[in-house]
């Protein structure tokens, strides 16, 4: 691959505009090869009026969106907004019981808290609006460049754009929805914000657009995982039709009550001229969604399929099941499938090397050039041996539930389940008190012949001493920061948000097996002693098909399975709202989400007993710099409370 022009571009002082978007990034960087497309050399400066000369200025600008997301503070909002108010998390002995992280955590929020300044997602969409706005003149000046070069890194930079509106709207409902790239002074820089529908419709149509035009690859492992392909577009849009299908099922709109603007002037009431219009039903939605995943699953048969006739050519008339999809834990005589098995450790495949066969889309890092320094900060150390922010739950995670089959389950984990082990960090000791989560700060972990007993005997105590001895962490060593890649899409998460939307417009039993088995295989993946044949306690350790041959029961297990398979995945809070969008209330997500609580669940429940108080506050500071915003009526703009009285 060629190497791109090396520039690093001005950024304008002084802009005072609410959301404190920086006009381009400090940095763009050169390719030098098709495998390092996230390395930053800056060799100059130039004025952004001198940039946008030709596709070389464009390309280093589409990749200035990528680099983005990379930052340490993008990829702590993707957690801070989407796990640390969720069951997942609880606050580690090395954080402070006053810090805004642990007032969250226990559903204290006052608007005032950092968590919420939503700089780093506006400033990639901003990044992107550049791309956008200077694209087709670009195509006019630079004869080497033609539209039909330009609408693939269209696509890439709506798609971007556009997961970041996702995570806006899902972490608090109503935001700005801005366009055009914000460039100077003069420029009228605050912004209404747009109903949650509304910026769901609109992220929909821009994602109609660029899967029209994307590149199916590029050639290269790396850059078909780490840039935006047409499955990672199928990817994103089965999610927002499956999170619009749940909203528009619950015919709740939550942000009815909203706080004027202390700030303001002359505070009104917010704009009404965008409210809740849409085609869409919540049943042609959940098809959408279904659709989109069945897409994505034909792709990856295609794919194998492919690979199969590659390397294993005596295999080729081998119909693939969807088991072979998917990395695994044990070998392929132990699974009992007839296609040969090339992973037998899931953990190392995906989140140890990194960009493994059922990945969709992740965020690069390489541990030198780019570290992924949030993994540190809000994880584990690793490296040091230190605690960081969070930790998992003991009371949802010290013990097992005794089989997977129940509702609400007093425990995330079962005895079988490798992702305990893989996820936290386990002691040999009986008076653990805290569980930290490891997950992407391990390079790899050994599954050895006693965890393997272990977890094929339902005798074994849980809290016995060996259990550690079979977990071999790894780093990368002095000097080189966390390379883990941050996953946004695998395809776990594909079947079960087929096996979620079917759970919505169907009570048939066939189709109610076609999601259990989307389930099951990736329970089984994580669970292979649970079925094997020499399992003597089979019929309490794996998922019983009578169990949930119906709507509720299946979506109660897909709930489950998604906080199993997805820990600290920037997920499961947003599973939590989407679950209770669906109902128009709160009662049943409490219902999972107080299990976290010790003492305080019946004031947890009160706090979060209205549907607008599962989204976050607009930061206090914005409000005062933009007078156009209004505060979820949930939350008061007061530094002395964090939530209103009687908002009703």
């Known amino acids: 691959m060629k190497q791109y022009n090396k520039v690093t571009m001005k950024i304008k002082k002084g ?91 226990n559903a204290n929020i006052l608007p005032t808290y950092g968590i919420y300044d939503w700089t780093p997602m506006y400033n990639t969409i901003n990044y992107c609006n550049k791309v956008l706005d200077h694209g087709e003149k670009v195509v006019l000046t630079d004869e080497s460049f033609s539209e039909q070069n330009w609408l693939p890194i269209k696509a890439e930079v709506l798609t971007i754009r556009a997961l970041c509106y996702f995570y806006l709207v899902r972490s608090f409902g109503e935001v700005p929805y801005i366009t055009h790239d914000i460039n100077n002074n003069s420029q009228e820089l605050s912004f209404p914000q747009k109903t949650q529908l509304y910026v769901l419709n609109r992220i929909i149509a821009d994602l109609d657009t660029a899967k029209t035009f994307a590149m199916t690859e590029y050639g290269n492992t790396v850059s078909n995982k780490g840039r935006i392909t047409k499955k990672a577009i199928y990817a994103l849009l089965a999610d927002v039709h499956l999170w619009r299908a ?131 900060s809000l994880f584990w150390n690793l490296h040091d041996n230190k605690v960081a922010k969070l930790t998992a739950p003991k009371t949802l995670f010290k013990e097992v ?24 960090y386990h002691l040999d000791d009986d008076g653990q008190t805290e569980f930290n989560y490891t997950k992407l700060s391990m390079e790899s972990n050994k599954q050895g012949n006693a965890k393997k007993n272990m977890l094929s005997d339902n005798t074994a105590s849980i809290k016995s001493g060996t259990y550690s001895l079979e977990i071999t962490r790894v780093y990368r060593g ?122 305080n669940q019946k004031s947890v429940q009160a706090k979060l007993a209205d549907m607008q108080s599962l989204f976050s506050p607009v930061y206090d500071n914005e409000l005062k710099t933009n007078y156009l915003l209004y505060q979820n009526g949930a939350w008061k703009a007061s530094k002395t409370t964090g939530r209103t009285d009687n908002q009703k």
């Open 15 to 105: 802009l005072g505009w609410a959301m404190s978007i920086a006009i381009l990034p400090a940095t763009f960087f050169t390719i030098t090869s098709c495998e390092d497309y996230l390395t930053i050399t800056p060799t100059s400066s130039i004025v952004e009026e001198e940039f946008w000369q030709d596709k070389n200025d464009l390309e280093n600008a589409l990749f200035g969106c990528y680099k983005s997301m990379t930052e340490e503070a993008f990829l702590n909002k993707v957690i801070y907004w989407g796990e640390m108010r969720s069951d997942n998390c609880e606050r580690s002995t090395e954080l402070k019981a006053s810090s805004d992280e642990a007032n969250v955590m």
């Open 246 to 376: 749940s909203y528009l099922q619950g015919k709740c709109h939550p942000f009815v009550n909203r706080l004027k603007n202390e700030y303001a002037p002359n505070p009104t009431t917010a704009n009404e001229s965008d409210r809740e219009t849409t085609t869409a039903t919540a049943e042609s939605d959940y098809r959408d969604c279904i659709s989109y995943c069945d897409s994505i699953i034909d792709i990856c048969y295609s794919d194998l399929n492919k690979k199969i006739r590659k390397r294993y050519p005596l295999y080729a008339s081998i119909k693939p099941e969807l088991a072979d999809l998917l990395s695994q834990n044990v070998s392929t005589t132990e699974l009992g499938q007839k296609l040969p098995t090339e992973s037998t450790n899931a953990f190392n495949d995906i989140f140890g090397s990194g960009n493994s066969d059922e990945s969709i889309f992740e965020i690069q890092f390489d541990g030198s050039t780019y570290g992924n320094n949030m993994t540190t």
């Open 401 to 424: 539930a005794p089989n997977p089959n129940a509702d609400v389950a007093s425990a995330v984990f079962t005895k079988t389940d490798y992702r305990r082990w893989d996820a936290l």
């Open 478 to 599: 002095e000097g080189i920061s966390n390379d883990a890649n941050f996953i946004i899409y695998r395809l776990p998460e594909i079947l079960l948000m087929k096996a979620e939307a079917i759970s919505q417009i169907s009570s048939s039993k066939e189709d109610l097996m076609t999601a259990f088995n989307c389930v099951k295989e990736v329970f089984k993946r994580s669970n292979p002693y649970a079925y094997n044949k020499s399992n003597t306690t089979a019929g309490s350790d794996t998922l019983k098909t009578e169990m949930f041959m119906t709507p509720r029961a299946m979506e109660y297990l897909v709930m489950a399975e998604r906080q199993r398979e997805f820990l600290c995945e920037g997920k499961r809070w947003f599973d939590l709202v989407r679950f209770a969008q669906r109902r128009g209330n709160t009662e049943d997500m409490l219902t999972l989400l107080v299990r976290k609580y010790s003492g």
